[in-house]
């Protein structure tokens, strides 16, 4: 990025269709004398008013690389002839400030051109959404919108809901905003394919076909991640992958990690055992205190430690993998009564909570990291 785009992009006021140009310049040096000029006109003036200079440049607060259809090759013929016509896709850079965002498109001749520009405050997530896949029973009710850019900004579109809360759907064509996915609680991150668009929330994942943007399933039994990611996921081609809040044995796949908190087959039988005798207790105990006698040593302290024991705790380090075309639409509950429709994997991937996860470019390798090292799995 040439100093004259780092300058000249801050503070400029909100233009959804784009049209800046900056040529690119050359990456100059100061010489000692020209530090030492620069120094004194920036210090000895502040040093006799007492007064900090003003800092006209906008602070970068997070940055981009983001691949969509315009530097798509797959989609773009001109691109497949790369070394006879000297032609390559360009690179599409998104800049998120405290009071907005810009998206810049940079081809191979270094002219960076703005593509988008909103100033309405600060954006936790951006997506450039990919031309969505569609067949004969599904139509594209958003064709002459697109491309369109998906934001999460601290104030939505209705003013009304609360900090980073909804998402809005800018037309990269015409400037407008086109829809608005309003939600309860915040939003952390935004993914998307040419299938659908998933919104991340804390221990919850929500995702919209890409066509209607009209809600296609839900999961609400996410794994309460530390951070720096509350709720981490990996979204590829068809697949998606999320940290699940526990493991159940009747779903889980082959192969993972199995570590001293992994308990095996035989330890879960007896487990399950200690539990049902635990349970009969109970029972009896129960009973026994609404016929009005309660045996001695007993406590109703002792009868709610038994209660909430049998509550199966979180599990960290579980990574549940979906097939978002054949998962039934609404919510998708993994559990000991529910059918494996749509489950690709479910398997332990680490002892401890899972903060980041990717695919390879095959689709099929998992990549899935904790606060220590990476994990490869293959599917």
């Not at 051109?113 to 139509?139: D, N």
């Amino acid at each position: 990025m040439s100093e004259a785009m780092a300058t000249d992009s801050p503070r400029r006021p909100s233009r959804c269709t784009g049209g800046v140009v900056v040529r690119p310049q050359a990456v100059t040096e100061q010489s000692y004398m020209e530090s030492v000029v620069t120094f004194l006109q920036d210090v000895v003036p502040q040093a006799y008013s007492g007064t900090p200079l003003t800092e006209e440049k906008e602070k970068i607060v997070w940055v981009r690389f983001e691949n969509a259809d315009l530097n798509d090759t797959s989609r773009n013929l001109e691109f497949h002839e790369i070394h006879s016509t000297g032609n390559e896709p360009p690179l599409l850079i998104m800049i998120g400030y405290s009071d907005g965002m810009q998206v810049w498109s940079i081809p191979i001749s270094g002219e960076a051109q703005e593509l988008f520009s909103v100033r309405h405050g600060p954006i936790r997530a951006a997506r450039i959404l990919p031309a969505p896949q569609f067949g004969a029973q599904k139509c594209d009710n958003f064709a002459e919108k697109r491309p369109l850019l998906g934001v999460c900004k601290s104030i939505g579109s209705s003013g009304t809901s609360p900090p980073y809360c909804c998402v809005d759907l800018y037309s990269l064509r015409t400037g407008e905003m086109v829809k608005s996915i309003q939600f309860k609680t915040p939003i952390y991150d935004l993914h998307c394919n040419k299938r659908i668009l998933v919104v991340v929330l804390q221990e919850k994942i929500a995702a919209f076909d890409s066509c209607t943007f009209t809600k296609k399933f839900f999961v609400t039994s996410c794994y309460p991640c530390p951070g720096p990611n509350m709720n981490p996921i990996a979204l590829g081609s068809r697949w998606l992958a999320y940290a699940e809040n526990k493991l159940i044995r009747c779903h889980q796949s082959r192969g993972g990690a199995c570590g001293d908190n992994i308990q095996s087959y035989t330890a879960t039988v007896i487990s399950a055992a200690k539990t049902l005798k635990s349970g009969l207790t109970m029972v009896g105990k129960v009973v026994t205190q609404l016929t009005g006698t309660l045996p001695s040593g007993v406590t109703e302290d002792d009868i709610a430690i038994h209660s909430n024991s049998r509550r199966s705790p979180l599990v960290p380090g579980i990574i549940t993998v979906i097939d978002t075309e054949t998962v039934g639409e609404g919510q998708v509950l993994v559990s000991e009564d529910s059918d494996s429709d749509g489950i690709v994997a479910h398997f332990p991937a680490h002892e401890k909570p899972v903060c980041c996860m990717a695919f390879n470019t095959s689709g099929n390798l998992p990549k899935c990291c904790h606060h220590a090292w990476p994990d490869f799995f293959s599917l």
